[in-house]
């Protein structure tokens, strides 16, 4: 896969393509589901597949309080991994700036979508609005599809129980904790990665901690950082059961099995002691539920 910054850079190479857009947070079975779209497309026109990413997402850049924002599921590195895999053939990291952000929906179309990605089709949403102030929508590039040549095809939705996919009802779903929900939303397990620091404990939950190619049962305490920084600040803390090594520094990938416990006060260490003992107890039991599903 390609990885492209500036929609000309494309058009000096190809001879157009079929495209979506999105902020594909998660990437869940949504995004999957209208990447096999965008594929198939392509496929039947001949042309390559390529996926518009916006980056930093809109609200980001326009909000004065980071830390109001929805918690990111993906950062951009995760993201155009997980596109890659579905076997997208270029990715486009459509930076949302104040340049981007009070250009036309008029020019919008013509300067990314038709003079610089030369599209044969588009996919979106027939909620998808762009454009300066979110001026343009689904009927306008369907009446520009017609004048310049391109045509307008709305995404697919994916439901589980009469519900659409989305980032927010993953992040739902983290929020309460409940991992297996978000694994069937995703597609995967849940993961972050993080570098084994000691932080602010939130929770303990069970986990695998993936060294190499090797899964690592793990109790995993999250926290954050006591300011909000660019990345949100947070932090893991990883407890690696029977394993000997020096890990601080490392950067591991935290797959979610279940969550143990939230977070508790302790009126002395020794409580706290007994406390994570009988976490550790809970997770290895966890573990071994979880090896036999």
């Not at 599209?119 to 102030?133: E, L, P, R, T, Y």
């Not at 993953?170 to 995967?188: H, I, K, M, N």
Request: charged residues 25%; contains cysteine.
């Amino acid at each position: 896969m390609i990885v492209i910054d500036d929609p000309n850079t494309f058009s000096q190479h190809q001879q157009g393509c079929v495209a979506t857009i999105g902020k594909f947070d998660g990437v869940h079975l949504g995004h999957q589901l209208i990447l096999d779209q965008l594929k198939q497309k392509a496929e039947a026109l001949n042309l390559p597949a390529l996926a518009i990413v916006i980056e930093p997402h809109p609200e980001e850049f326009f909000t004065s309080d980071p830390g109001a924002c929805p918690a990111r599921l993906s950062l951009i590195d995760e993201k155009l991994a997980l596109i890659e895999s579905f076997g997208v053939d270029f990715v486009l990291v459509l930076r949302f700036d104040k340049q981007l952000s009070e250009l036309s929906a008029e020019a919008y179309i013509r300067d990314i979508l038709v003079d610089g990605l030369g599209i044969a089709a588009f996919i979106v949403g027939d909620d998808f609005k762009f454009g300066n102030k979110r001026g343009g929508d689904f009927a306008l590039l369907k009446r520009e599809g017609a004048a310049h040549g391109f045509e307008v095809l709305e995404s697919a939705a994916y439901e589980r129980n009469g519900q659409r996919i989305s980032s927010t009802y993953v992040r739902d779903s983290l929020q309460a904790g409940d991992f297996a929900l978000a694994e069937q939303l995703l597609g995967r397990k849940y993961t972050i990665k993080g570098e084994v620091i000691k932080g602010q404990q939130l929770g303990v939950f069970a986990c695998y901690a993936r060294l190499d190619d090797v899964l690592l049962p793990a109790a995993v305490n999250i926290g954050f950082r006591p300011t909000v920084q660019a990345e949100g600040g947070a932090l893991l803390e990883a407890h690696l059961l029977d394993f000997r090594g020096d890990l601080y520094g490392e950067t591991l990938e935290i797959v979610f099995i279940a969550k143990v416990r939230d977070e508790m006060k302790f009126e002395s260490l020794d409580a706290l002691k007994h406390q994570l003992e009988e976490d550790i107890a809970r997770v290895r039991e966890l573990i071994i539920s979880h090896s036999r599903d």
